[in-house]
């Protein structure tokens, strides 16, 4: 029975060791996957802002490649930003989603976006031998506030004009897509702040009938006297 009972100590102990292994393991591992990531999210706010107003300035220069932003630290915050707005627009304008919830359908939207439309357009710079990566289409789309950005920085990186229209005509249109969708889904937003702003509709001034005997009545007493 002692033989037994140490037997059995020791399988509890030993599994017990393994299980405490694999949980270390899988720490780890986990420490390690986002230790690989940290250099894409190393960055300042100064250096977010300043790509956040170059975002939407268009550079004329598509003789020589422009520089594209390798992280995802700022195009992540935007994205997170546009749910919470988009959020906002879906309570109140009363949206109904019939599967799924608000939240959902407003991540699924923003993000669905941006990695959907990055990953295809890079397919499509893959094929017509663009001079952009995965990571640079993912930093450009996500700090995308103006379509004429992204073109330049486009064109300055496809070589041969039919190359250049299929490329930059596909990322235009997918993008002013989105940007018409996003419009009409704010518009009852934009009529609800306009009638906050005017405030409640005036009540006419109506007038009295008996206030017209009662002055012709007064007019009449003081000719008297």
Known sequence: MKGIKGQLGRQVADEVWQAGKRQASKAFNLYANIDILRPYFDVEPVQVRSRLIESMIPVRMINFPQKIAGELYGPLMLVFTLVAILLHGMKTSDTVIREGTLMGTAIGTCFGYWLGVSSFIYFLAY????????????????????????????????????????????????????????????????????????????????????????????ASLLMTH
């Not at 450009?140 to 073109?151: A, E, F, I, P």
């Not at 070589?159 to 490329?167: C, D, F, M, Y």
């Open 127 to 218: 094929l017509v031998n663009a001079q952009i990566t995965m990571l640079q289409t993912l930093s450009l789309l996500g700090y995308g506030l103006s379509t004429l950005r992204m073109v330049t920085a486009l064109l300055s990186r496809t070589v041969g004009q039919t190359p250049r229209l299929l490329l930059c005509g596909t990322l235009s249109v997918l993008h002013m897509m989105f940007l018409l969708y996003l419009h009409f889904n704010y518009h009852k937003i934009i009529e609800g702040l306009l009638e906050s702003l005017e405030g409640p509709p005036m009540v006419p001034m109506q007038r009295v009938a008996r206030d017209v005997p009662e002055l012709t009545l007064n």
